[in-house]
């Protein structure tokens, strides 16, 4: 995907400049999430999926807010009420399947 199109559908969901999203894309380059490839402009790929990314972002948040306790995690949402009781019991049947 070229610059212009990151641009054009970031900038009609948020309220970001061309020089955040510019900041951005190569912060990501940096990170090797993405990869810039030249060709008669920049085109950007994905290096990793959407799930990898989702899986690594979520470990480095429970390492740095819960000192790499999922369990701490779960605990907490259990203890604020942001799991329901059909979040629960889903999980509880997602721990069953892992015994």
Known sequence: M???????????????????????????????????????????????????YNGHATQNMIDRLYGGSAKSLIASLVDTGKLTDGDIAELRSLFKVRD
């Open 2 to 52: 070229a610059m212009k199109e990151i641009r054009t559908i970031l900038t009609n969901n948020t309220d970001w400049d061309a020089s955040t999203i510019k900041t951005l894309v190569r912060r990501l380059c940096d990170k090797e999430v993405i990869i810039a490839d030249k060709r008669e402009v920049f085109y950007y790929t994905p290096a990793v999926t959407e799930s990898e």
